[in-house]
Nanobody, 123 residues
């Protein structure tokens, strides 16, 4: 059974940094893409960034380019999201998700989701 478990969320001041982790288990993810989405209160879940597990190619939403960095550790089956220069508008629940052979922005392509981790950025 596939499991994605996020961790690392918390409260941070504007301009600060956080690193989120997504630990994946239950299958081999070499042919999968892993992405981070986020959902703020009363807003739709939106794509943040995705990574191809096999070759490390990435795709970022414009809103986070230059501030967020996704990486993966194949030995630990874990994907990380380093978030720098955080802004109050980054406040949301952050979810990781997995899709076979896809790491783009279409939410419906993702079959597996974690439970989410709250990120709150104070001004």
């Amino acid at each position: 059974q596939v499991q994605l478990v996020e961790s690392g969320g918390g409260l941070v001041q504007a301009g600060g940094s956080l690193r989120l982790s997504c630990a994946a288990s239950g299958r081999t993810f070499s042919s999968y893409g892993i992405a981070w989405f986020r959902q703020a209160p009363e807003k739709e879940r939106e794509f943040v960034v995705g990574v191809s597990w096999s070759d490390g190619n990435t795709f970022y939403a414009d809103s986070v380019k230059g501030r967020f960095t996704i990486s993966r550790d194949n030995t630990k089956n874990t994907v990380y999201l380093q978030m720098n220069s955080l802004k109050p508008e980054d406040t949301a629940v952050y979810y990781c998700a997995a899709a076979r052979a896809y790491y783009g922005s279409k939410r419906l392509e993702y079959n597996y989701w974690g439970q989410g981790t709250q990120v709150t950025v104070s001004s």
